[in-house]
């Protein structure tokens, strides 16, 4: 027995051995053991521990379908299970949303759909970041809801197109590298502006279209618009249409009133109950258990597979058709009212009988200069929107992912294809991403993003009968929330207290722990604002630029320089030494020179910038105004202690500098100063901290 027990143990020893070696040659080697002789085979099957990071960066090939080996799938059974499961999970999130976005967009609720399933599986499948979700994006939605207002629903499609082109563009010239610009407090601001615009919104879903003569309405739609007919009649979407983008003929928009308008707040408040509470009462689980209460346990263990939210859609559903319509003869809008979801397939708009004649052709001048703005700001929000959220969802998963350009190349061309089938586009989507990550996905695998958008499209083509049946105000209680999670309310408690002054924070305890810069505050509310009545593009360039702009007032204003006179012995002269530190740029110029005193200063003046860097042409140009001051009063200027970058800067443009003379740390032969050309942020705290 003996025997075969070693053979049975020598066979896995020389599977895992086996194994191993396959797995070094693609890359994936597995963690060294601690301790000596054969890794045991067990050891391949923990999902996040065996790998390094830097093996499972993915490379820049969207085509690439597997992203590893099919035996690292099978390797780690467990952590793909957890996918899969995460990846139904966001699907049954993902339905209604899109649908809550689509009003946002002002389309029909199967047009944000199919661009949830298109956008989410292209980009799972073909490269894009790991752990991160795709789909009809808030931001976008709001884009597009403005370009069918004021242009119409025919440039849609065009619209979206042009911006997975230029979205396409960006990634192949590697213009993702420019996302570390973005500071903080700009991204608070644009999740406040993208709250505010989303919650402004759901106030389309309390509105009606009535008859300006109160002549026997027959039937009064919801005024959230359509973006064109669909399966429910070309009329009657025709209709709804031109009712939104500022009413019907003998039609205006009104309120609703009445107990219509109570039970409308009653779905929102069932919705936000139910999704807020539902996953409090499952947590119960473990206590039930612990009392002996196993089947209450069970039950609601079995109720924690599916999300909150489409369990709050599912009970609005039972109390409208069930409570509401029978019980107080009244109704409520739902999705069949807006626009009735047919289930199909969607079709190229170019082929599409309900576009027929609507179109205007593509390369003409009124569709070229009503399509290039919106197109802009549609691609710039959404390559923003994904670069911050790779840094979220690598921040939530502590993982790496320095390929944000192939998730933009891949991004900007499933919108040129989800343009082509009639949808209107998307981008990444931080909350459900937020929502994979907190259901089992590691971060590693796409798996869970091809099972979410494989699972949404199954739904429309099976279930779209049922979600005609949805109330509206089950979806606005559902954006509520989202409005709720993306706000940053303790943003405006650091606003408010970095507008007071220091005497009142210092008497009030809860204020003087929420101070902040007051220049962030600014940019905060700055991009907050803007964000909602521009957008997110415009937004975040003000931000930008604001923070740039106080950089650089800061740290032109930290450089600091210090006097030495030296006395040589042998001969009895005296030369000034004038200690520079802080960068040497076009903000800090003017200090810079303001500090010499030229016409007092002895023969031989020395400027050492060991701790400084000449960053620009103001910088090399404020050395040579300065040289050639000194030149005019009969004395030399000598700068020294240049550092490798500086002494390329100043080497290229010797007929421009010319009125001083320079020598490099190495040729001084001083070797306890830095040789390194110090990085501007190192340079600004060294003279912050060490001098200011």
């Known amino acids: 027995m003996s025997g075969e027990n070693g053979g049975a143990e020598g066979g896995k020893e020389a599977a895992a051995t086996e194994l191993a070696e396959e797995l070094q040659e693609i890359d994936l080697q597995p963690a060294a053991t601690t301790t000596g002789g054969p890794q045991s085979p067990n050891s391949l099957v923990e999902p996040t521990q065996n790998f390094d ?145 989303i919650g402004l919104s759901q106030l389309h879903a309390f509105q009606e279209e009535v008859p300006d003569e109160p002549a026997s309405p027959a039937h009064h739609a919801p005024a959230v618009p359509p973006m064109g007919p669909t399966s429910m009649g070309e009329a009657e979407a025709h209709f709804k249409f031109h009712a939104l983008a500022g009413g019907g003929e003998g039609t205006h928009s009104a309120y609703i009133g009445g107990v219509r308008l109570v039970m409308m707040f009653l779905h929102v408040f069932i919705t936000i109950l139910v999704v807020h509470g539902l996953p409090k009462v499952v947590a119960l689980n473990k206590k039930l258990e612990e009392k002996g209460y196993k089947k209450c346990a069970t039950a609601l263990k079995c109720l924690g597979f599916f999300p909150s939210s489409l369990i709050g859609i599912v009970f609005s559903i039972f109390v409208e058709h069930v409570l509401v319509r029978k019980a107080f003869g009244v109704d409520t809008p739902i999705i069949k009212d807006v626009g009735e979801l047919s289930g199909a397939m969607p079709k190229p708009f170019f082929v599409d009988e309900v576009w027929d004649g609507k179109i205007p052709p593509f390369f003409s001048k009124d569709t070229l200069s009503t399509i290039w703005f919106p197109s802009l700001m549609f691609a710039l929000v959404g390559a923003i929107e994904c670069i911050m959220t790779l840094s979220v969802v690598s921040d939530i998963t502590e993982t790496e992912n320095a390929a944000p350009n192939q998730h933009l190349v891949v991004l900007g061309v499933a919108n040129v294809v989800a343009g082509f089938f009639g949808t209107i586009g998307g981008g990444t989507m931080l909350g459900l991403s937020m929502v994979n990550r907190n259901s089992g996905s590691d971060g590693r695998w796409r798996i869970s993003g091809v099972v979410a958008g494989i699972t949404v499209l199954v739904v429309i083509l099976g279930a779209s009968p049922l979600i005609n049946y949805v109330p509206t105000g089950a979806l606005v209680g559902i954006m509520v929330l989202v409005v709720y999670h993306t706000f940053n309310f303790t943003s405006v408690r650091m606003v408010l207290t970095s507008c007071c002054p220091s005497k009142l924070r210092n008497k009030i305890k809860f204020l003087s722990v929420h101070k902040i810069h007051r220049a962030d505050a600014i940019i905060i509310a700055a991009v907050t604002v803007l964000t909602y009545v521009q957008n997110l593009a415009i937004a975040v360039a003000v931000g930008v630029v604001i923070a740039a702009l106080v950089n650089c007032w800061e740290t032109g204003g930290a450089l600091h320089i210090t006097e030495e006179r030296v006395k040589d012995d042998a001969t009895g002269n005296v030369r000034k030494i004038y200690h520079v530190n802080g960068p040497l740029f076009f903000s800090s110029v003017r200090p810079f020179l303001q500090s010499f005193k030229v016409k007092t200063d002895p023969p031989e003046v020395e400027l050492h910038l060991s701790k400084s860097a000449v960053c620009d042409y103001s910088g090399m140009n404020a050395l040579n105004e300065l040289g050639y001051k000194y030149s005019q009063n009969g004395k030399t200027l000598h700068v020294r202690h240049l550092n490798p970058a500086s002494v390329r800067l100043v080497g290229k443009a010797q007929g421009i500098a010319k009125h001083f003379s320079y020598k490099t740390t190495e040729e001084l032969g001083e070797q306890d100063v830095p040789l390194e050309p110090p990085q501007h942020l190192r340079i600004t705290r060294e003279a912050t901290d060490g001098v200011a």
């Open 53 to 197: 990071d830097d093996d499972l960066k993915p490379k820049f090939n969207p085509l690439h379908f597997w992203p590893y080996h099919p035996r690292v799938y099978m390797a780690n059974k467990e952590q793909v299970k957890n996918e899969i499961f995460a990846g139904f999970t966001v699907a049954f999130a993902q339905l209604p949303e899109s649908v809550a976005f689509a009003f946002l967009a002002r389309v029909q609720p199967i047009m944000a759909l199919h661009a949830a399933w298109w956008i989410g599986l292209t980009t799972a499948a073909f490269g894009a970041r790991p752990g991160m979700i795709a789909g009809a994006a808030g931001p976008i939605s709001a884009i597009v809801g403005s370009a069918v207002l004021n242009y119409g629903e025919e440039y849609v499609f065009y619209i979206v197109m042009v911006a997975g082109v230029i979205q396409t563009l960006t990634g192949i010239f590697k213009c993702g590298r420019f996302g570390r610009l973005i500071p903080h407090s700009v991204q608070v601001g644009f999740t406040n502006g993208l709250a505010i615009i």
